[in-house]
């Protein structure tokens, strides 16, 4: 089991681009004793991808689920909420449709 939840979902946008992406992140315990790096990705709407990766320790996890964080948020994606304790409106929820209470 975890000792610490890991749990991330960002969003990434460029209107220039018609951009609007998000990506998840979790590390979860799998019922064989081994540590899940599980994510999700595509653009926000729409059904997108999925990977699950497999760990012995939750320190290998958490490596690897550091690491994919890092490399997101060198590309342009920004937390939105983090992990359920804090509430940040979604986009679609915002009836101007901007977005800069995301930055």
Same mark, same amino acid.
């Given at each position: 089991?975890?000792?610490?939840?890991?749990?991330?979902?960002?969003?990434?946008?460029?209107?220039?681009?018609?951009?609007?992406?998000?990506?998840?992140?979790? /590390?979860?315990?799998?019922?064989?004793?081994?540590?899940?790096?599980?994510?999700?990705?595509?653009? /926000?709407?729409?059904?997108?991808?999925?990977?699950?990766?497999?760990?012995?320790?939750?320190?290998?996890?958490?490596?690897?689920?550091?690491?994919?964080?890092?490399?997101? %948020?060198?590309?342009?994606?920004?937390?939105?909420?983090?992990?359920?304790?804090?509430? /940040?409106? %979604?986009?679609?929820?915002?009836?101007?449709?901007?977005?800069?209470?995301?930055?």
């Amino acid at each position: 089991m975890a000792l610490y939840p890991y749990q991330l979902y960002c969003q990434r946008f460029d209107a220039a681009r018609n951009m609007a992406r998000y990506y998840m992140l979790s /590390i979860q315990p799998t019922l064989f004793g081994e540590v899940a790096v599980t994510r999700a990705w595509g653009r /926000i709407g729409k059904r997108g991808g999925e990977k699950t990766e497999m760990f012995e320790t939750e320190r290998d996890a958490a490596v690897h689920f550091l690491d994919l964080a890092r490399r997101k %948020h060198a590309k342009g994606y920004r937390p939105v909420a983090s992990c359920g304790n804090a509430h /940040i409106e %979604h986009p679609s929820n915002n009836d101007r449709g901007d977005n800069k209470h995301l930055r």
